[in-house]
């Protein structure tokens, strides 16, 4: 059985919670394949750092509710454990329709128990009318118990405890506030773990705290990962070869996207813009989301690999920037301080950091022939940045609405093509559109490495 961590809402405390449980199964020998629920990737790259395996992203808007199942079938094969992590609070999703892609709908298609995160700081008595009103909200989800977070002493925990015998929910877990482990953030979340070399040690005291912190001896028979049919995935004949920039800058990728690439013929060449003095000698070029503006000094005085990149492109190879591999392939950035540095130069505009966040799903639609998409279709995305362009295309790639409900009343034009690049800041999930990465290595197998 697979298990559901929720948070009541976001700040709860539930990726600290999920990677103490991570970790500690991790450190007990088990065999975890996690996932995570909504576009997110910072989360999924701790959630692979503790466990060794990749993390699949369950996101019903970006795919659909019928990927769900099997997703999770095809990568909880010959492991131990599967742990699911949610995204802000249970019931909180999309606005439109309301509550699509949250935890719960998630959680009640695949008819997985959750696991319930509670913030306790500045909360008694009242905790019982809130896990009440979590357990009656829905009767057919199945909260299977409350994890207690930031429980401040033990007559704290006494008070709490008592509280919640009427509602008969058991309490899973107990983290109090002295034990809690502080990740770093930013401007869009967490910091990449390519960016914290005290990880390793961090995880291994997420294990202790794991290992004390759950009521294991309760937990442990609703942890046992399901036995789903497995599902067969041929995989094709190398039939062209694609450098995909993988960085410090450039982490921002759905496992899925890579594999979906991978088991269409595709050879992925991962390389360093950042520390590679050469670019790879390959027929497509992948430049994922990340944070060039934090490194942007650094991709600057890689001249050799600017030049190199802009006579590639030029030349015609296909190529694709999504969010800050877009940013990367405009004339300049320019970071929260005002400082300017020269990017690639394959797109006549400027990219310039703020304070307003970007921030939600789309729906888009084409009005060019790109090496991805063909004009006219129809897209699911997602937005997550605190960039703008100084220039938009006088022909834009998409016309977008804030809102998956169909029909489209485009409220806003995106994103850049050229005859042989498509870079946008809309970001992409492959898992029910596998014909976007076959259209991408089918515009790649008729160009010659260079």
């Not at 442990?220 to 094709?236: C, F, H, S, V, Y």
Request: contains cysteine; hydrophobic residues 40%; proline residues 7%.
């Amino acid at each position: 059985m697979s298990i559901v961590i929720a948070g009541e809402r976001s700040g709860s405390g539930k990726t600290t919670v999920t990677l103490a449980l991570l970790a500690a199964l991790t450190a007990r020998g088990d065999r975890v394949q996690s996932f995570k629920v909504g576009p997110d990737y910072i989360d999924p790259m701790f959630h692979a750092y503790v466990t060794g395996r990749p993390c699949y992203n369950l996101d019903p808007v970006l795919t659909s509710l019928e990927y769900l199942r099997p997703c999770l079938a095809r990568h909880t094969q010959n492991v131990d454990v599967a742990v699911v992590e949610g995204v802000m609070g249970l019931f909180d999703g999309a606005v439109d329709p309301p509550g699509a892609g949250s935890t719960a709908e998630v959680a009640h298609q695949l008819k997985l128990p959750i696991l319930l995160v509670v913030n306790c700081q500045s909360m008694s008595h009242s905790i019982a009318a809130l896990v009440k009103g979590f357990t009656s909200l829905d009767p057919n989800l199945p909260i299977a118990g409350v994890v207690l977070n930031k429980v401040g002493s033990d007559r704290h925990l006494e008070i709490l405890t008592t509280a919640l015998k009427p509602t008969h929910i058991p309490i899973l877990g107990v983290f109090r506030r002295e034990d809690a482990i502080s990740l770093p953030d930013r401007h869009l979340g967490l910091v990449p773990t390519d960016e914290l070399p005290e990880l390793e040690e961090i995880v291994d005291r997420l294990a202790v705290l794991g290992e004390k912190c759950f009521n294991w001896h309760m937990l442990q028979p609703l942890l046992r990962a399901g036995q789903e049919r497995e599902i067969e995935t041929k995989i094709l004949p190398k039939v062209t070869s694609i450098a995909v920039a993988k960085d410090a800058a450039f982490s921002f990728y759905y496992a899925e996207n890579l594999e979906l690439l991978e088991s269409l013929g595709a050879e992925l060449v991962y390389w360093s813009p950042l520390k590679d003095q050469v670019v790879p000698n390959t027929q497509g070029l992948y430049f994922g989301g990340g944070f060039p503006e934090m490194f942007a000094a650094e991709l600057a005085a890689n001249v050799a690999v600017r030049e190199s990149l802009l006579a590639k492109i030029q030349a015609g190879t296909p190529t694709y920037g999504e969010c800050g591999g877009l940013m990367y392939l405009t004339e300049s950035v320019t970071d929260f301080a005002g400082c300017s540095y020269p990017m690639v130069g394959a797109l006549p505009t400027t990219s310039i950091m703020g304070q307003r966040l970007t921030l939600g799903y789309r729906l888009a639609v084409s009005h060019a022939n790109t090496p991805l998409v063909t004009k006219g279709e129809i897209l699911k995305g997602h937005e997550f940045h605190r960039s703008a362009l100084t220039t938009n295309s006088t022909s834009p790639l998409f016309q977008m609405q804030r809102s998956t409900a169909l029909p489209i009343n485009p409220e806003l034009s995106e994103g850049w093509h050229l005859p042989h690049v498509h870079a946008s800041y809309l970001h992409l999930h492959w898992g029910c559109t596998p014909h976007i990465p076959q259209r991408f290595i089918q515009s790649c197998q008729g160009t010659k490495q260079h």
